[in-house]
């Protein structure tokens, strides 16, 4: 018999371009290798997890030379689409595939010293999860419960879906409470139908997956539910991502890591609040959960429905294009009318209090004298009132009463926040909401002595004193990250609201999002123009949909003809677009405003965008980094007349954690072009590097594809 070796290529997660060449001794390891096994090999005289790329009996460098790998993870192979995805995500990302696919495998998979323990656990892991109480299940519309315009929607739906194996993307538009959530999951019923047929439902939010849990559970009671968000543990996830993999769990619902799943048999996915931008990863491999799914369908020759009350740009061009289907949903599901939108000019001195009735000073400035009317009113009538604001914290920075001095990060290029006592611990705090550091507040100013340090500003802690002291008798609630974190979790205080416990809920954007609360008549929005205007180009399309979403709070139990609530929003631009739109509930009318925008502008969609983003010790050598760049790309005449590639500039926040960052934006309208641009600088860029790290500048770099913020 001859000796014939077995040569497997294998990638790890470094950002390296390419894989190594290993041995497989297939008698030590007890089976002969397969594309998608995860293996443990020796490299750089450590261990690392890899994952088998490539077999063949072939190698550039002698077999001597070569390593053999060393274990093999408990796992069946991960599945051919799955690689075909994170392929196609390497390639589209500019990102190493070993460093795109590993981080996607949850950590209790890459402990090799607990392979051998694993079987074990897995079975503890099942006898503990069938002990769970399981959810229970609430929200139940049949199909016979569905109103006329949900039933169309899904007979939409039903249509085309029975022709075997072809791509669909779907656009349901329906405002908040139209009934989406009813309508997909009717759907979703009659695709599981098929015993192995397994779906992918994605969400923006941790926050929002126990309500859909609860609801998920009363349509499948008898399916397999695999959970997978970063609220969950370690070992659970592992569990639920082995569950879905092996193709044990039916119903994979998630956030936007869920998307990187193997699964088997997939055969529909479903995106809720597909606009949202947490559907997009800000470190790694900057992927958009969204895209990559619609990738996914695609390869997979399976339907994908993307549903929101504001749908992104993107999605709705390509829906009115009808390169996307498009179903409508255009009534409030229980019959509720939309709320009332008011919008108060803080300009107009009507709107305010005025000096002689300023019995309380110190927080009747915090809130207009027209919106503190209508909570009061508010009040009166028994309904609960949710109070926006997005920021948490008690005040955006303390500041020095006799000198110019301000609370600022020691690390960072922005200031810190000022945290009451209890949110970050029993005293008061400054904290920076960029690096974390927490440092406490000092009892004279630290430039020139003084004691008297003020806040300016204010954030939710602020607010919630400024709400408990003007209407003392209230039941007040703050639902912030801080306070989730303090109590039981978001969840609990969720509850809370459901069941009456509280009468005013001063709330981050947590609160604005998906929850179906019974009873808010009023919803106040306190801090809009922060965010109206910004360099972002996407500002106002994100706060508009943040504003329909939280007027979608208000009376969603309102019957037939009852009034259904109402929304203040405080601004000293009541005229922009934004605004207007939303006062004639006209999403619409937004988007086409919005879309023509950026055509004239040439911003996405009507344009691809890369960031190269840099950083280092100083700002001036991360931009003198980013000039050379595009100096050579220019020299080399590596850039297209349809290529733009602006100068670089200091990221917004320049400074983080004591790094100082630059950023170098490339836009083209041919998405091609961009694409092959990218690649070569990439190349360029690693000719000089150490992984990410540029060898003579020490500048660490990265490409960013499709930047949510510019
Ligand atoms: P969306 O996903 O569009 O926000 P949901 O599906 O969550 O809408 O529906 C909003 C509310 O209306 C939920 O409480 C849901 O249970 C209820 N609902 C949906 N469809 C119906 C229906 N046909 N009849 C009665 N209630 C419904
Ligand atoms: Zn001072
Ligand atoms: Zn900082």
Known sequence: M???????????DKPLAQGFDYLWDAEKLGKLPEVGIVVEVSFARSKAIGLVIKVSDYSEYEFSKLKSVDRLAPLPPLDPALLRLMNFASQYYVHGFGETILPSIPKVWKKSDDWEKIPKKLELAEKKKRKEKSPISEGLITVEQLNADQKKALQELLATGQKKSHFRAILLQGQTGSGKTAVFLNWLTSILKEETAQVLLLV??????????????????????????????????????????????????????????PIPNLRAIVIDEEHDPSYKQQEGTRY????????RAHD??????????????????????????????????????LPSVHLVNTRDSQNQFSPGDLDAPKYKSLISKTLAHAITKNLEAKKQTLILINRRGYAPVLSCSACSWLSKCTQCSVCTVMHKAG??????????????????????????????????????????????????????????TDSSKKSKG??????????????IVVGTQMIAKGHDYRNIGLVAVLDADSRLYSADFRAAERLFAQLVQVAGRAGRAGTNGEKSGDIYIETQYPDSPVFQYLL????????????????????????YQALIHAEGKSIEKAIQFLSELKGRLKSRGLIPKELKVYDPVPKPVMRVAGAERAQLLIESVNRKTLQETLEKLDQDLRQDSQGRVSKTSRIRWLIERDPIAV
């Open 584 to 607: 004639r509930h006209d999403v619409d009318g937004f988007m086409s405003f919005t879309s023509s925008e950026r055509e004239e502008a040439r911003l996405p969609p009507y344009s």
């Open 490 to 503: 978001a969840e609990a205080l969720f509850q809370e609201i459901h069941d009456g416990n509280v009468d």
């Open 2 to 12: 001859t000796f014939n070796p077995i040569v497997v290529q294998v990638v790890i």
């Open 300 to 337: 997979l020759k399976i339907p994908i429905l993307l549903s929101s009350a504001t749908p992104s740009i993107e999605t709705w061009l390509a829906a009115q294009s009808g390169r996307y289907e498009y179903i409508r949903l255009d009534q409030r599901a229980q019959g509720a009318s």
């Open 423 to 480: 949110a970050l611990g029993k005293r008061s705090v400054l904290s920076c909401h960029h690096c974390g550091l927490v440092t406490p507040i000092p009892s004279f100013c630290p430039e020139c002595g003084n004691a008297d340090l003020r806040s300016l500003g204010h954030g939710s802690q602020k607010i919630e004193d400024a709400v408990e002291e003007m209407w003392p008798q209230a039941r007040v609630l703050r639902v912030d």
């Open 288 to 295: 958009s959960a969204r895209d990559l799914a619609i990738w």
């Open 204 to 261: 923006p939010e941790i926050n929002l997956t126990p309500q859909l849990e609860r609801r998920v559970k009363a349509y499948f009671p008898e399916k397999k539910m695999a959970l997978l968000h970063s609220g969950i543990s370690e070992n659970k996830r592992g569990f639920a991502w082995y569950e879905a993999m092996t193709g044990k769990a039916q119903i994979i619902l998630g956030t936007r890591l869920a998307a990187l799943t």
